[in-house]
């Protein structure tokens, strides 16, 4: 494998050659890899379409440089260990060797149910073994696997299928999260009598031994059908640009959209970044505590650890299950060496006390690692101190589902770290800052908005079955540049400090809403007129969900609120549940008719002595009353 970045010097000469030659640069990292057929050229781009191709002309499958090319090396290295929700419950351990058998036998499996190359399928699983087997085992077939969070709705797991055309649904009876056991086979039951008329299997792994409803005609178990294949699989070889994955997200306009990611430059850009950000070394034990719901989840619980050959920990649980000491215990329990979560759970873990870190000696940790969200400085610190006690370096990592990888982060022991500031593009990424106009902004000590110029091989390539919209949200803001939808401020060295989005998606607790998404799923509702969303600041969330709702011939009390919760859990999930329903008797409205939520933001923020003009708006009478109703 190639050498890691190991110094600040050698990080600069890394990123300035990566610039000079982008083309050499990655040609170097790709080669390491197993090629079927050798890849002619390096890239082609242009922003316009957009049309972004990576390692052109070269075939491969990533499940060989996940798994068969480590067999000689490290065929009895442990891939995944794996910690149950319940702490006395035996944990488990998949060597390299048994991976890859157990990733043959489901790929057949697969087979056997009539998945081929370019099927999809949709993956709605807890975090266990299987999970990880599954999606290895459609990308072992050149399936395309689509993971959706169990914690959405069954009209929003049918509206992914549907999306999709999934041929196949992969669940479990029930996840278990802390003491919920979640019932979601019964979900998939629902979301096929929605829709789903494309899915012709529904393959159910055993997680819980519970009662479930069953339809011989579409479900089967994974008990009787995965172990009794064999454990031979040859590898679809897969052309450079063939679809990997679909992963949904939430975007500033309606329905989520599907990013697409393709095989070989998602494989070389996510090992590249793990090896690199977590500065892996043989033998270490790395965990990460996200969902495989999320592009985290797929790139560094998954394929770029698998890729560099690491160890990687998996849990099933939640971190305040059986008490808010959990996450230690497991620390210490497997000597976790890298250690990568969200600033929500920091602070949430924070909020319990520093008695439970304090029982534990987390004397393993080299590196902590934060993703998802801007981190605040006193999140920041507590990590520091109470869990890396002011000697373990912490990456606060930013990326998105459509970079596929990490592209601004510290590199630890190499880059000084500042507490909030994502710091230094990778190299490889070239990052600048502009203005509202698309102007580059060169100076330091200023904010702007984030884009990069120039591609790098994991970043989406379309959006599913829509590439107009994929050219309307990334690249049709600024000419010849991928805009990420954040804004960030650089320090007077260089540093990024990642401020948020500056569109109407809003992040809670590093999971990304869209404003539209959930205001329509309110507006189901048929006494709710009109409705409006917007983040406001969150203690432990980061933000929270404040909803404006219009109502006509209801009783504004609890029980109205109540039922608006049940229209959003069942249209989109309990994640996007409002945490605040103020009910008002207009919005305030531009002269076009569009909801100004600038303002509505202010008043959630309780900054309303701060709203600027308002005169120009057309119904400017209704702001006092907003304010006059405003939740605290
Ligand atoms: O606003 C940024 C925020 O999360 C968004 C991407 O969300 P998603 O696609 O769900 O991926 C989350 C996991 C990578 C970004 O546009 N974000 C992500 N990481 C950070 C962050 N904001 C601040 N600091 C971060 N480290």
Same mark, same amino acid.
């Not at 922003?47 to 068969?68: A, M, R, S, Y």
């Not at 819980?208 to 064999?230: F, I, N, R």
């Not at 805009?483 to 590093?510: E, K, M, P, Q, Y």
């Given at each position: ?67 068969? /090319? ?183 306009? !309606? ?19 793990? /090896? ?20 985290? !989840? ?90 890396? #006690? ?66 790098? $091989? ?12 994929? /050219? ?64 406001? $600041? #969150? ?34 999930? $309990? ?58």
């Amino acid at each position: 494998m190639t050498p890691l970045i190991s110094s600040w010097e050698d990080y600069q000469r890394c990123y300035a050659e990566s610039v000079a030659d982008p083309a050499g640069f990655w040609k170097r990292e790709a080669e390491q890899f197993v090629w079927e057929k050798p890849f002619e050229k390096t890239v082609e781009w242009n922003f316009e379409e957009p049309d972004v191709q990576w390692f052109i002309g070269g075939k491969t499958n990533i499940t060989v440089n996940c798994l068969d /090319r480590h067999i000689e090396r490290r065929g009895d290295q442990v891939a995944f260990l794996w910690e149950p929700n319940e702490p006395g419950e035996s944990t488990r351990s998949l060597t390299y060797r048994t991976l890859l058998a157990e990733v043959n036998r489901c790929a057949n499996a697969l087979k056997a149910r009539g998945i081929k190359k370019g099927d999809k399928v949709v993956v709605y699983m807890p975090m266990i073994p299987e999970l990880s087997i599954a999606l290895l085992a459609c990308a072992r077939i050149g399936a395309v696997h689509s993971v959706v969070f169990a914690g959405f709705s069954a009209q929003a797991l049918s509206d992914r299928v549907d999306d999709a055309q999934a041929k196949m649904i992969i669940c479990a009876d029930y996840n278990r999260r802390g003491a919920k056991h979640i019932p979601v086979k019964a979900v998939v039951d629902q979301a096929m009598d929605l829709g789903c008329n494309s899915v012709k299997t529904v393959l159910v792994y055993n997680n819980t031994g519970k009662e479930v409803h069953w339809s011989d005609d579409v479900d089967v178990w994974w008990h009787d059908l995965v172990p009794q294949q064999s454990n031979k699989c040859e590898p679809e070889w897969m052309d450079s640009e063939d679809l990997l994955f679909i992963l949904y997200t939430s975007g500033s306009t !309606g329905k989520p959209k599907g990013v697409v990611h393709t095989c070989a430059g998602y494989m070389v850009y996510s090992c590249y970044s793990f /090896r690199n950000v977590f500065q892996y070394k043989e033998g270490d034990i790395y965990w990460c505590t996200a969902d495989v719901g999320w592009i985290t !989840g797929h790139s560094y619980i998954i394929y770029g650890p698998l890729l560099a050959g690491a160890t990687s920990l998996m849990f099933e649980g939640v971190p305040t299950y059986p008490d808010a000491g959990r996450f230690w215990q497991i620390c210490d329990k497997y000597q976790v060496n890298q250690f990568y979560t969200a600033p929500t759970a920091i602070r949430a873990l924070m909020a319990q006390g520093d008695q439970w870190p304090a029982q534990y000696s987390l004397d393993s940790l080299k590196v902590l690692g934060s993703v998802g969200e801007p981190i605040n400085e006193e999140a920041w610190n507590w990590y520091d101190q109470h869990i890396g #006690h002011g000697k373990v370096p912490i990456v606060d990592t930013w990326f998105q589902t459509e970079t596929g990888g990490i592209l601004i982060t510290p590199l630890p022991g190499i880059t000084d770290t500042k507490p909030t500031y994502a710091s230094y593009p990778m190299p490889g990424i070239q990052t600048i800052l502009v203005d509202a106009e698309g102007q580059e902004i060169t100076e330091n000590e200023v904010e702007g908005l984030l884009c990069i110029r120039f591609p790098w $091989p994991s970043m989406l390539r379309t959006t599913y079955g829509d590439h107009e919209r994929c /050219r309307q949200v990334y690249f049709s803001s600024f000419k010849g540049l991928y805009f990420t939808g954040d804004g960030a401020r650089r320090d007077a060295d260089g540093r990024l400090r990642i401020i948020g989005r500056v569109d109407d998606v809003i992040n809670v607790s590093g999971h990304r809403m869209g404003t539209a998404e959930v205001e329509n799923a309110i507006n189901e509702h048929p006494n709710v007129v009109e409705s409006a969303i917007v983040g406001y $600041p #969150h203690a432990i969330k980061g933000q929270g969900l404040y909803a404006y709702v219009i109502t006509q011939d209801k009783a504004l009390d609890d029980a109205f609120r109540q039922e608006i919760l049940e229209v959003v859990t069942r249209e989109i999930g $309990p994640i996007a549940k409002p945490d605040k329903i103020q009910f008002v008797e207009g919005l305030p409205k531009t002269r076009s008719g569009k909801i100004m939520r600038r303002i509505l933001r202010k008043i959630a923020a309780r900054e309303e002595s701060n709203l600027g003009d308002i005169s120009t708006l057309l119904n400017p009478d209704v702001v006092q009353s907003v304010i006059d109703g405003v939740l605290d």
